[in-house]
Structure formats: C-alpha cells, structure tokens
C-alpha cells in the first residue's frame, strides 16, 4: 500500500526565515509526485510534478526536490501570502494518486 | 473562466435523505475524480472516471454512486446518507499525457453535513 508521511503538522514562520518541508514516501511504481497548496475552504492548487530523483523545480520562492524516498519544499523568505497547507502526494501506475496528512505553514509578518 | 467547478458549494441533510453533487471541468481532460477529505484534512480517492468508463473505485460504500454522462462532467450521488458522510468532497481532472503520467486540477469542494 502506497503511504505518504509530511512532516512537520505545523510550521510557524517568521516573515523571510526560510524553511523546508519534508514528504516521505513508499510508493509501488512512482509516477510521479505531487506538490499542492490547498488555502482554507478551497480545492487544492497544483504546484509542482516530480519524475525522478534528483529533480528540483521552482516556482517564486518555493523549490521541490525529490530523491528516491523523500521530496522537500523549500521556502525561501517566506511571505505572509505564502501562509497555507501543503499536501504531497505519490502517483502510482494506477493512476492513483495517495496524499499526505499535509503541512499547515503559517508566516508571521 | 473556472477549471472545475462543483455545485453546491454547500449541503446541509439530514440522516437518511439522497443527495447528489455535481461537477464539471472545462479543460478538456480525459479523467475525472471524486476525493474525500475528513475532518483529519486526508484526501483520500473515491473514484476515478476515464472517458465515462469507471477505472478506479475505491472501497467506498453502495450508497455512493458515480455518473459520468460525459467527459467533461461526473456527478455523484449519495443514498441514505449517514453522519459519517459529512465531510468535504472533492472533484478533479487530469489528462493522460502518456501512460501514468498526469496532473490532477481540483475543484472548490463541496462541504456536506449530516445531522
């Protein structure tokens, strides 16, 4: 059984202290993994997608990068907007995508 | 223009009723979903829809039915609904660029309530 564990639950933040999620995985087959932001009482919004180990991607100031059990985000001088959960979540050849519990990021200004 | 969008957006039941969610997505993708997420905020996959054909079902009770009377649409319906129904419910789309390989875009969730 695929399995998805994140970590921390919760992070708090300081305006620009810049930080790292972590997602740990166990996945029969990866198709890939998937970085979403999810905002309260909204559907969540895709990030990034990862291949293969070793690949990293970046969208202003978030970075993926995965390895073959695990995937961090990074935040570089996080701002308040940047406050919400990450989910993660492992794609199998099933098409099944199976999600973390989440990270619930909160950035003080 | 919205991706994937859900109606309603809100459901409030009481035990025992029917009660159905619908979603539709303007992307033009070939694969559609409906996700549960608890109390816990686990996202968890109910089913999965590929060209109106069932490819993913998930243990989930009888009283939960899928219908996709087209690519772009997959309603859901719920007979004699529980407490432990209540929850956000989810729809989202993928395309299937090559085998296995996909992006699901999710839609705004429908919270439902049982009392």
């Known amino acids: 059984e695929d399995q998805v564990t994140q970590s921390p639950e919760a992070l708090r933040l300081q305006e620009g202290e810049s930080s790292s999620l972590n997602c740990s995985y166990t996945?029969?087959?990866?198709?890939?993994l998937f970085w979403y932001r999810q905002d309260p009482g909204k559907g969540p919004e895709f990030l990034f997608t990862l291949y293969s180990a070793g690949e990293e991607k970046e969208k202003e100031r978030l970075k993926a990068t995965l390895t073959k059990k695990e995937s961090f985000l990074h935040i570089t001088a996080p701002k308040p907007e940047d406050s919400a959960t990450y989910l993660c979540?492992?794609?199998?050849?099933?098409?099944?995508?199976?999600f973390g519990g989440g990270t619930r990021l909160m950035v003080k200004p | 223009d919205t991706a994937v969008s859900q109606t309603p957006k809100y459901l409030v039941t009481q035990m025992g009723n029917d009660k159905s969610i619908k979603c539709e997505q303007n992307l033009g993708h070939d694969t559609m979903y409906w996700y549960k997420q608890d109390s816990k905020k686990f996202l968890k996959i109910m089913f999965s829809?590929?060209?109106?054909?069932?490819?993913i079902n998930e243990t989930v009770p009888n009283r939960f039915s899928p219908k996709s009377p087209d690519k772009a649409h997959l309603n859901l319906h719920i007979n004699s609904l529980e407490l432990g129904d209540s929850a956000v419910y989810f729809c989202?789309?993928?395309?299937?660029?090559?085998?296995?390989?996909?992006?699901?875009?999710f839609g705004p969730g429908t919270r439902l309530t049982v009392t």
């Open positions: 979540a492992v794609g199998n050849a099933g098409n099944m995508l199976t």
């Open positions: 829809y590929n060209n109106k054909e069932l490819i």
């Open positions: 996945v029969s087959g990866l198709r890939g």
């Open positions: 989202a789309s993928s395309q299937t660029i090559r085998a296995g390989y996909y992006e699901q875009y």
